[in-house]
């Protein structure tokens, strides 16, 4: 079992910087790929970034890419979600998920789910 608790969301203006966090216990998250997802209003849930256990390998997706930077912190048992120059339409609430498997983008593919931090930018 794998539980995930996210924080750092907030209100922040167009083209400054946010970091969140996802704080994991379970002994077997250490070997789990860990990813975020984001929920905007009116909107699909869609993928942002995901990293593999060991945190060497990331992926992005295109419309976060050179702005947000997914890390791990192993010894912690925390991802992190740098989120830089920051858009109104990054608007969202997000999520930390988690899963035995590394190289999904979607989310029924995550077994483990936080229950969201709100991020809301303004324009």
């Known amino acids: 079992q794998v539980q995930l608790v996210e924080s750092g969301g907030g209100l922040v203006q167009a083209g400054g910087p946010l970091r969140l966090s996802c704080a994991a216990s379970?002994?077997?998250?250490?070997?789990?790929?860990t990813a975020w997802f984001r929920q905007g209003p009116g909107k699909v849930r869609e993928f942002v970034a995901a990293i593999n256990w060991s945190g060497r390998s990331t992926y992005y997706a295109d419309s976060v890419k050179g702005r947000f930077t997914i890390s791990r912190d192993s010894a912690k048992n925390t991802v992190y979600l740098q989120m830089n120059t920051l858009k109104p339409e990054d608007t969202a609430v997000y999520y930390c998920?988690?899963?035995?498997?590394?190289?999904?983008?979607?989310?029924?593919?995550?077994?483990?789910w936080g229950q969201g931090t709100q991020v809301t930018v303004s324009s």
């Open positions: 379970g002994r077997l998250f250490a070997s789990y790929a």
């Open positions: 998920v988690a899963d035995r498997a590394y190289g999904h983008k979607r989310a029924p593919d995550y077994d483990y």
